[in-house]
Each structure stands twice: as C-alpha cells, then as structure tokens.
C-alpha cells in the first residue's frame, strides 16, 4: 500500500534550536496534515495544507506542501521543551477523496533538552 | 465543550472475550474513524463510516466490528478472534464537505491491555 516516509525518525536538541522534519511519498497528495501525539494522548492537529506551494504557520510552527505534492516539511523554531512529543505528518492520496483515508507516517520523536 | 470523547482510558480483556470501545462526538460531524496505534508505528485504520447505518473497513479490520446507529456515537468492538488487541486505540471525526472528507480530529485514545 502507500507508504509516507517520514524523518528524522527521533531528534534530541537543545532549547531554543531550530527544528525541521519532512515526509515524502512516491505518489501524489491533495492534501497534507501535521499533527503532534503527547505520551498517552491523542494526536492534536498543528497544521492543515491544502494547495501545492501553500506555505501556513501557526505561532513558531511552519509547515509547506510540496510544489511536486509529493512532500511536505514542518520546521518549528526557537524550541522549547513542552515541544517533546511525537509529530506525524499525514495524506491525502489523490483519488481517495471519498475513503476517508489517511496516510500516516511512522511519526518524529522530538526531545528538548533545557 | 464541543469534541471527542473516549472512554474508557484505560480497558483490560480477558483471553476470549469481546470488548466495546466506547467513542462520541459533538461537533456534528459526518464522517467518523477508528485507528489502531502500536508502539513506534503510525496509525493505522481500522474502519471508517461517512454516515449513520453505513461502515466500510480499513486496513486492518479483521476482529473488529463497528456500528453507526446515531451520528455522535461509533463504538468499536474487539472481539476474541483478534489475537493481538493490545495496542492504543483513537478515535477520530471530520464533517463532510463538496464530496472530499476534510481534516480529521482525535479523542484522546483508549489502551487496551490484555490480561
């Protein structure tokens, strides 16, 4: 089936560093997602993109779709530590838009370090 | 508050038996999922339903069982004949828009342990 590569598989930075990860797919999406899980939670959305190029930030958070469609990339800057969890990028395979289907990738473990 | 609920957070099962997992939403939402979540993987779907009285399985379906009476409530049963259930379960809703199912948002989950 299809498959979302997503890296780094873990990160332990230190406070206050810059932070990007991506996710790459062989086929085309419409519509890329980001979300991060907290231990023991479930996975609260952080970005939502809909158009090839679309750049989209919410506070230190940035995401971007791929022009290809084909990637997306979040970047989260000036890291602190309520940061730490895990962050999974999420398609929308085109041709799926009446399955309810979600890609997901096998998630980035982030660690901040004070 | 309008959201997701799970419950409960935390469920044992016995060898052979059934279990229901409890999910309910009021956001008014159209579409509803069910994800399976084992330790360093992604999700996985189990199955989805775009309307009341209508189901469709996902990935990995085999030993659960769903039904859709009411639009704010989709509980899923694990049943004996799937050998592996311990995992992390989330549920997950999105409304339905000009035909494409929008973004999908998360309860907190329910851990299913197996005794």
């Known amino acids: 089936g299809q498959q979302l590569n997503q890296s780094p598989q873990s990160m332990f930075i230190q406070e206050g560093e810059d932070v990007s990860m991506n996710c790459t797919s062989s086929?085309?999406?419409?519509?890329w997602l980001w979300y991060k899980q907290d231990p023991g939670e479930g996975p609260v959305l952080l970005i939502a993109?809909?158009?090839?190029?679309e750049l989209t930030s919410n506070g230190r958070l940035t995401a971007q779709f791929g022009i290809t469609r084909k990637d997306s990339f979040l970047n989260i800057s000036a890291s602190i530590p309520s940061d730490v969890g895990i962050y999974f990028c999420?398609?929308?395979?085109?041709?799926?838009?009446?399955?309810?289907?979600?890609?997901f990738g096998q998630g980035t473990t982030l660690q901040v370090k004070p | 508050d309008g959201g997701i609920t799970q419950s409960p957070k935390y469920l044992f099962r016995k060898e052979g038996q059934n279990v229901t997992l409890s999910c309910e939403q009021n956001?008014?939402?159209?579409?509803m999922y069910w994800y399976r979540q084992d330790p360093g993987q992604g999700l996985r779907l189990i199955y989805y339903?775009?309307?009341?009285?209508?189901?469709q399985k996902g990935d990995i379906a085999e030993g659960y069982s769903v039904s859709r009476e009411k639009k704010e409530s989709f509980p899923l049963t694990v049943t004996s004949a799937q050998k592996n259930p311990t995992a992390f379960y989330l549920c997950?809703?999105?409304?339905?828009?000009?035909?494409?199912?929008?973004?999908?948002?998360f309860g907190p989950g329910t851990r299913l342990l197996v005794l």
């Open positions: 997950a809703s999105s409304i339905l828009s000009g035909g494409a199912l929008e973004t999908q948002y």
């Open positions: 086929s085309i999406f419409n519509t």
């Open positions: 993109l809909y158009k090839a190029g």
């Open positions: 999420a398609g929308r395979p085109r041709g799926s838009g009446n399955t309810g289907k979600l890609i």
């Open positions: 956001l008014n939402h159209d579409a």
């Open positions: 339903s775009q309307i009341v009285n209508d189901f």
